[in-house]
T-cell receptor, first 114, second 115 residues
């Protein structure tokens, strides 16, 4: 069975400071990894994904994530956080090309203070 | 980019009635769509996988007779909550799988309130 862990329920950061949201996963075979952001009463917006290739993935709105196979991690990062980045962030995994459905982590609420 | 339209965004219904939620892929064909339920301040729980032209696959613990899923075309899947009760009140989100780039596009969600 595949699973995703987001160890922090909430991350607080000052505007302009670096933001990191942690994610570790467990899956059979090669993982396909995704990050999504959710604003209140809205669906999920895609930020970035790792399928294959470079371990450092750059995505939307200045976010990036690094795939670390040995640590089974896919942490989301942004060098300089904005107040507008305050939202709920979800990491998700799929079991490679043969997989179909996504398994989500519990979510991490990010609060960026001005 | 790919867009998934979900309708309605909000619905209030009386206990015992049925509610239909639509999920449409606007610019791509989606042979597979997914339906999730999200409780306040919680993660998404997969309810079922909807496959075009065949029966949906339900996750363990999800009542297939209560949550009817129809995927009659490559661009439309519907979720019908039958005989709704207050405990069915929740945020429902659909997602469509894009075959071209391994991506998943999500609808904007439906807030269902059963009174």
């Amino acid at each position: 069975a595949q699973s995703v862990a987001q160890p922090e329920d909430q991350v607080n950061v000052a505007e302009g400071n670096p933001l990191t949201v942690k994610c570790t996963y467990s899956v059979s075979g090669n993982p396909y990894l995704f990050w999504y952001v959710q604003y209140p009463n809205r669906g999920l917006q895609f930020l970035l994904k790792y399928i294959t290739g470079d371990n450092l993935v750059k995505g939307s709105y200045g976010f990036e994530a690094e795939f670390n196979k040995s640590q089974t991690s896919f942490h989301l990062k942004k060098p300089s956080a904005l107040v507008s980045d305050s939202a709920l962030y979800f990491c998700a995994v799929r079991a490679g090309a043969a997989g179909n459905k996504l398994t989500f982590g519990g979510g991490t609420r990010v609060l960026v203070k001005p | 980019g790919a867009v998934v339209s979900q309708h309605p965004s909000r619905v209030i219904c009386k206990s015992g009635t049925s509610v239909k939620i639509e999920c449409r892929s606007l610019d791509f064909q989606a042979t597979t769509m997914f339906w999730y339920r999200q409780f306040p301040k919680q993660s998404l729980m997969l309810m079922a996988t909807s496959n075009e032209g065949s029966k949906a696959t339900y996750e363990q613990g999800v009542e297939k007779d209560k949550f009817l899923i129809n995927h009659a075309s490559l661009t439309l899947s519907t979720l019908t909550v039958t005989s709704a009760h207050p405990e069915d009140s929740s945020f429902y989100i659909c997602s469509a799988r894009e075959l071209s780039n391994y991506g998943y596009t999500f609808g904007s969600g439906t807030r269902l309130t059963v009174v």
